[in-house]
């Protein structure tokens, strides 16, 4: 009878398990690579506008009021103010994406590292019900409490405003999404190697998880933007952008493997 009942809730379990695996369409948001360079491209059409419209308005004045002094002014001035709105607008938008951008940024990492949490957890707890016993199960609960305390969520509107206040705490957003990200792959894949051997013991194959996040040095990338005077920041912006893609696709690759070999438990 109790065996009957640690069955079921096994089954419990593993079906938690499911669940969690096929939510990653919801959590893991895989972001075009070209959305991140919309605001830079938008407020250099901006600046573009800006230089030509300054430059027309100043030809135009000074041609009118050669010939007809007075009506030059107000054409050169309405021209002006058209000019003003289009750029204003267009920085606006920039604006509104480049906060977009850093939203979906902080939330698909909230996400992502919420749900895979919930999801060992829940492996640990099948494997129990299970009745494995094995010294590195402890390996598991340490490393699912290294989440837990190291993985915490962080506010997206809190580092927008933050960002948007002072400009240099951007460059501080793309240090905790490039390190957070590193350290999680690292802190999943320990996991998963370990749960892999594990399962290994008791004839059970899980293939391990591929390393596909490089370890990027913060201070070696601010020298290196400085220095490029920015042109570096497009490739971080590139990196903080791929990297969890990249991560993502490792997910949607494996999971369904984890379901499928745990199933065989």
């Known amino acids: 009878m109790l065996e009957t009942s640690r069955g079921d809730i096994a089954k419990q379990y593993l079906e938690i398990i499911r669940r969690e695996s096929e939510r990653r369409r919801e959590t893991d948001y895989t972001m075009p ?11 250099l059409v901006a600046a573009i506008l800006a230089i030509a419209g300054n430059t ?58 919420e749900r895979i949490l919930r999801m060992f957890e829940t492996v640990v707890s099948y494997l129990d019900a ?10 598991l609960r340490s490393l699912i409490y290294e989440m837990r305390m190291q993985e915490k969520s962080r506010s997206p509107v809190l580092w927008i405003v933050l960002s948007l206040v002072f400009n240099i705490v951007y460059i501080y957003v793309l ?21 892999s051997r594990i399962l290994q013991k008791r004839g059970i194959y899980l293939e391990e998880p591929r390393s596909v996040i490089p370890y990027r040095n913060t201070v070696v990338y601010v020298i290196l933007s400085v220095l490029t005077l920015g042109v570096f920041l ?6 903080v952008t791929r990297d969890p893609n990249e991560h993502f696709a490792e997910h949607e690759r494996l999971e369904p493997m984890l379901v499928e070999a745990l199933a065989k438990l």
């Open 33 to 43: 690579l070209w959305l991140p360079f919309i605001p830079a491209i938008l407020s």
């Open 56 to 113: 027309f308005v100043v030809v135009e004045t000074n041609k009118y009021t050669m010939f007809l002094q007075g009506s030059g002014n107000i054409v050169a001035s309405s021209t002006g103010n058209v000019l003003v709105f289009t750029v204003f607008i267009i920085l606006l938008a920039a604006a509104a994406l480049n906060i977009y951008v850093v939203y979906k940024w902080i939330d698909r990492r909230n996400t992502h590292f």
């Open 130 to 139: 299970r009745g494995v016993s094995d010294p590195e199960m402890g390996t």
């Open 175 to 195: 240090h905790f999404l490039t390190k957070d990200f590193y350290e999680h792959e690292q802190r999943e894949r320990s996991f998963l190697e370990t749960l």
């Open 234 to 239: 497009l490739y971080w912006i590139y990196a």
